[in-house]
């Protein structure tokens, strides 16, 4: 009995409606498909081009790289002192009161 | 040589040639198994979802994604069930994204079906499936449209053998149910 009532269900599935052909669907398939491969080729150029660029600049970088990383060595210890000092947190409080009473007015 | 004249001869090419051609990284082959898997995988979405322009959707993800993986797969001629495989987990990802949680839920969740009148035995199989659980949809539809083993469905949904051959008994039984209740309306 539960044979036949399979057998049953697997007729009526037979029947149910496959969806025709749709060439719109294939085409919309085959669209997607070509933006991501060119989304990847782009990619991949944009990849090689940075690296290419890197290697390029990399004696330039790492001589920018020393000047910043000696300038803030010289400089920041400075600018602290500057910022902790009584004038520097009353020009700093000073300057922070103007913005904020301009913002609100 | 133009597309079109490379193109003739991949619509008479065996599946298994179009599948290795596509694995080679060859677009147009791929395009060609899309044309001849489309029916199926539509249809299958379309049982599972209920909703034919949802099926659609899913389908075209489940494509982009076949053609995605299709270096990994190990032999052309596995295709079609490794892209059934595909769009099934496609489906799961979509039913969890929606927020059922389809592994525990009691409740059902009905899916929009069109009603146009028609009093068919596929309309209402069709209704009678939305009627179910999405695990247990999912689960009689492998079963009895894709004709799938127990073994098949448990691999490609990832869940243990138990609750498939539970929720294909209990999915079928209650099919027959609403089945029965919509001949009863008929008449």
């Known amino acids: 009995m539960k044979d036949d009532d399979d057998m049953e269900l697997y007729r009526l599935f037979d029947e149910i409606r496959v969806p025709p052909q749709d060439e719109v669907f294939v085409e919309k398939v085959t669209r997607q498909i070509a933006r991501h491969r060119l989304i990847h080729r782009a990619t991949l150029i944009l990849v090689l081009a940075g690296a290419a660029v890197l290697a390029a600049l990399t004696p330039w970088l790492t001589v920018l790289t020393g000047y910043v990383a000696t300038g803030t060595k010289l400089f920041i210890p400075d600018l602290m002192t500057v910022i902790l000092s009584p004038i520097g947190c009353s020009i700093g409080g000073g300057m922070g009161l103007f913005l904020f009473l301009r913002a609100r007015s | ?187």
């Open chain 2, 1 to 187: 040589m133009s597309p079109s004249l490379a193109k003739d001869p991949l619509v008479s090419a065996a599946e298994i040639s179009l599948v290795a051609l596509a694995m080679s990284g060859d677009d147009t082959a791929f395009e060609e198994l899309v044309r001849r898997r489309q029916g199926g995988i539509r249809g299958l979405m379309g049982q599972l979802s209920g909703d034919w322009s949802l099926a659609d959707d899913l389908s075209q993800e489940a494509f982009l994604r076949a053609w995605r993986k299709i270096r990994t797969l190990r032999s052309p001629g596995a295709f079609g069930g490794w892209l059934r495989r595909i769009a099934v987990n496609v489906f799961l990802q979509h039913i969890r994204r929606a927020g059922a949680a389809i592994q525990n839920s009691d409740e059902v969740v009905p899916y929009p079906v069109v009603d146009d009148g028609d009093a068919s035995i596929k309309m209402d199989l069709e209704k009678a499936l939305a009627r179910l659980k999405p695990i247990e949809r999912l689960c009689i539809v492998l079963s009895y449209s894709q004709r799938m083993s127990h073994g098949e469905i448990c691999t490609a949904t990832g869940l243990p053998l138990g609750t498939v051959k539970s929720h294909i008994s209990r999915g079928s039984t209650r099919l027959r149910e609403y089945l029965k209740d919509y001949e009863g309306d008929v008449r």
